[in-house]
């Protein structure tokens, strides 16, 4: 039957369920160009608002996955690659691989930009004067082979639906759906090749799922259609409900990572970041002595050799090394604003997502489709949700390069930073493993 897009659009709108073939078709005529904007953005929220079968979603993310380019990585059957469904502040993919990688496991990862109010592994690491994220698959090999480790972006080839789909959600309020994100992610995972996967779910304020049962179900659709595409996939479930580590922004997160692997990380960060890594090693060695492989990871700090294989990885990809030791070559902003609690007490509470959009705001991240991002703006965070505060203790320092944004800054730290008299509940970051 001849594809006719207002029709397809119609049935969703309609909340009833597409066929694989119109799926497949669908997908096929978008990488073609042959569908407008404003028609795939339609048809984006008819799913945002009506959601997808198991069925549907499975059949969009292997359309989307077999459209395109599909790295082979039969050389390296080992490898692993770890995917975060999105945070704030959310630099674990810039420690975590290094840390595996160390261990003797292959990290050939692709990894995205910003999307919405949160930050893209791309967009930090772009902030590395030189550092290109662009490779050819003979490069990603070699560099694979040469020292184990790549963070690289999708080639224009591969998996081209998302990047539509991606850049339009971006922009039109659709990004919160489990099924386009299910699809988005385990797509890519499927054409980059690794075998071994783990996926960050989050949950919370600053995340795309804010309940947490939305992101379990949003970690089974993604570990149920891996698992059938012959991936093995472990997926943890972790909060965003308060900052991760200290800062939030490009430049500032690449410099705190690079702290975590130098052994100067703030302890949740440590915490994530080893978890991811050991899953990681654990998957692609089929290893259950997870306190050991533990043990090994956090063994990759203290002896710098996780740092080394993140140094390697700079110049590889044509970035300045320097920047490990010297973190004046990187782009800095001009002026900074800090933040005092207005009374004492305990903060109760911070609201990520203002957190996030802040920054987006700031030129941390993208507001239309071809913005370009401001590496240096960004947020310090030395407070966090449930710590005490003395009035006029400093929360957070802002960094931003226009004047005007300060009365912004000002204001959207007042009404998202609130304390109370009590310390309230005290919640585990990473909540559990499926
Ligand atoms: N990360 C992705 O790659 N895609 C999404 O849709 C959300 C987070």
Redo the contacts with the bound molecule.
């Keep these: 039957m001849t594809f006719r897009m207002p029709d397809f659009i119609e049935k969703k709108k309609l909340a009833r369920e597409h066929s694989p073939d119109s799926i497949e078709q669908f997908i096929k005529s978008l990488v073609a160009n042959e569908i407008p904007d404003y028609q795939t953005a339609a048809w984006l929220m008819a799913v945002r608002l009506n959601g997808m079968t198991d069925l549907e979603t499975a059949s969009l993310t292997n359309a989307m996955a077999q459209n395109g380019e599909i790295i082979n990585l039969d050389d390296f059957p080992n490898s692993a690659d770890k995917?975060?469904?999105?945070g704030v502040g959310d630099k674990t993919t810039l420690i975590a691989a290094p840390l595996a990688a160390a261990c003797g496991v292959p990290v050939i990862k692709f990894s995205?930009r910003a999307?919405d109010f949160?930050g893209g592994t791309l967009d930090k690491l772009e902030s590395i004067p030189g550092f290109q994220t662009s490779l050819s698959s003979e490069h990603i090999k070699k560099q694979a082979s040469d020292i184990g480790l790549v963070l690289a972006g999708t080639s224009k080839n591969m998996v081209p639906a998302?990047k539509i789909l991606?850049s339009l959600?971006d922009v039109t309020s659709t990004?919160d759906s489990i099924p386009?994100?299910a699809a988005?992610?385990i797509s890519?995972k499927i054409a980059g090749g690794a075998a071994n996967i783990v996926l960050d779910v989050k949950f919370g304020d600053g995340a795309?799922m804010q309940k947490y049962d939305d992101a379990k179900s949003l970690a089974n659709s993604m570990v149920s259609i891996g698992t059938k595409l012959g991936k093995k996939v472990r997926a943890i479930l972790s909060s965003m409900d308060s900052p991760l580590g200290q800062n939030v922004g490009n430049t500032m997160e690449v410099i705190e990572a690079i702290e975590v692997l130098k052994g100067n990380g703030n302890d949740d960060l440590v915490e994530l970041s080893v978890e991811l890594a050991s899953r990681m090693v654990a998957l692609s060695r089929g290893d259950d002595d997870f306190d050991s492989i533990k043990a090994e990871v956090l063994n990759r700090i203290s002896d710098a050799s996780a740092l080394k294989k993140f140094k390697s990885m700079i110049t590889a990809q044509g970035g300045d090394e320097r920047i490990i030791d010297d973190y004046g070559i990187l782009p800095h902003a001009e002026f900074r604003f800090s933040y005092t609690a207005p009374e004492s007490g305990f903060i109760s509470k911070i609201a990520m997502r203002q957190i996030g959009n802040l920054v987006r705001q700031l030129g941390g991240g993208r507001l239309k489709k071809d913005d370009v991002i401001d590496p240096a703006v960004g947020l310090r965070f030395f407070k966090w949700k449930s710590y005490p505060v003395e009035k006029g203790e400093r929360i957070v320092d802002a960094y931003y390069n226009d004047k005007q944004h300060k009365e912004l800054i000002e204001s959207t730290l007042k009404s998202a930073i609130e304390t109370s008299d009590s310390q309230g509940e005290i919640t585990p970051l990473i909540r559990e493993i499926i």
Excluded: N, Q
Aim: hydrophobic share 35%; charged share 20%.
């Design positions: 995917h975060s469904t999105g995205g999307l949160t998302d991606y959600r990004v386009l994100i988005s992610i890519k795309f």
